[in-house]
């Protein structure tokens, strides 16, 4: 006859949560959650003058290097394209 001894182990039990302080953590991540949706909507606010061809290929440029890490190519292209940009239009 076999038999098997399985160690005890004794567990606190489980501090309880109230209701108003669950409730409370979920208004607060929903309220941080909603602000940050909007944040990130928001459009940048530009000022009324046009940008020169130098500055709009500086920033397809700044854009180009966000994706210099995970597409290489694709960051290339864009460079290259700020580049088409300003060499096109210098001329005009």
Known sequence: MTSHILPSQS??????????????????A????????????????RSGRRLSVIEEANELRQF????????????ADLMAAADRHELNNDKA
């Open 30 to 45: 929903a309220a941080r959650l909603t602000q940050a949706l909007l944040s990130s909507l928001r459009r940048p606010v």
């Open 11 to 28: 567990f606190r039990p489980a501090r309880a949560v109230r209701m108003g302080t669950a409730f409370g953590d979920l208004a607060l």
């Open 64 to 75: 180009a290097n966000g994706y210099l890490r995970t597409d290489p190519g694709f960051a």
